[in-house]
Nanobody
């Protein structure tokens, strides 16, 4: 499985950005996709991930500001980030979980910088 991420960049506080991630290859057993983020000196943390119940799971810090949408036909997820804050600055990583193999696949990180 390969993950191709796009989006990110520099945005002012309270601005918006969209990240997209598309999975390709052996995707038939991909059950979840989403995003994590990481800042220097910290562990990678969950941002948002799809669930089997249909409602994405969001980190408390982004709930109500970020929206994760998925297009199962294209194996793509979009993370719409609204009301961005300085503390949202991080490298964002796309993740895909293969339920059959019990494996996680990671995309290359994409930088999101919130700065005035």
């Amino acid at each position: 499985v390969q993950l191709q991420a796009s989006g990110g960049g520099l945005v002012r506080p309270r601005g918006s950005l969209r990240l997209s991630c598309t999975a390709s290859g052996s995707t038939f057993s991909i059950s979840q996709m989403g995003w994590y983020r990481q800042t220097p000196g910290h562990q990678r943390e969950l941002v948002a991930v799809t669930t089997s119940g249909g409602h994405p799971n969001y980190a408390d810090s982004v709930n109500g500001r970020f929206i994760l949408s998925s297009d199962n036909d294209d194996n793509t997820v979009h993370l719409i980030m609204n009301g961005l804050k300085f503390e949202d600055t991080a490298v964002y990583y796309c993740i895909a979980h293969d339920f059959r193999l019990g494996a996680d696949y990671w995309g290359r990180g994409t930088q999101v910088t919130v700065s005035s």
